[in-house]
């Protein structure tokens, strides 16, 4: 089975995804290193470091958004400055994040306690996916979801005081990368790509 040791993504939220990613297709997360860049540009930064290091040390996982760029493949064409090793597995979240986290509607609806079919069909068709997921929590009736996840009104906060602890645990306990994947196609890519990864001697 192949083994991920290293990987780079973009941000704080990153991290647990990767793991849970790993983990869904088998591959043992707690062997993986983690390093969070901190931004969209630091991730560019040193992608071209860790696609050489891939090149060494073997299966090396990078997780970024595309945000507004118009397609995954000239974004990686664009900032990798180079070719990209077969051994980086270089996934780019469509948009957002959040738009991996809303494929699972079913999740969020148990979450939530709201109902299904209020939660995004296609969510990586939408243009700004954390604001669609905070308008979804807006839904939740229970206070302390509501307080983590939602800004105050009057302030310009995009999200809530709580909301990358939050978001951490629902990736950790119900999110399901699988059900995601029907709903998400670039989410869908990244789980089999990293299940050839597993699947590697």
């Excluded at 959040?98 to 609806?109: I, M, Y």
Aim: charge should be positive; charged fraction near 25%; include cysteine.
């Amino acid at each position: 089975m192949g083994q991920v040791y290293l990987a780079l993504v973009e941000g704080v939220l990153e991290e647990p995804l990767a793991r849970r990613l790993l983990n869904e297709v088998g591959i043992d997360a707690e062997k993986t290193t983690i390093v969070v860049a901190g931004g969209c540009g630091p991730f560019w930064e040193r992608a071209p470091s860790f696609n050489q290091a891939a090149k060494h040390i073997g299966y090396v996982l990078g997780l970024t958004d595309l945000d507004n760029h118009p397609c995954p493949v000239g974004l990686i064409a664009q900032k990798l400055n180079g070719p990209r090793h077969p051994q980086f597995v270089l996934r780019i979240q469509v948009r957002e994040l959040e738009s991996w986290l809303l494929a699972d509607a079913k999740a969020w609806a148990k979450y939530l306690k709201v109902p299904e079919a209020i939660v995004s069909k296609a969510p990586d068709d939408l243009t700004d996916p954390k604001q669609e997921l905070v308008n979804l929590v807006r839904r939740c009736r229970k206070k302390q979801i509501l307080e983590d996840i939602v800004p105050e009104q009057g302030t310009p906060r995009v999200v809530g005081p709580g909301y990358t602890i939050r978001i951490s645990e629902f990736i950790a306990d119900h999110w399901s990368p699988r059900r995601g994947a029907q709903r998400s196609p670039s989410l869908k890519r990244a789980l089999e790509a990293l299940e050839r990864v597993a699947a590697a001697p």
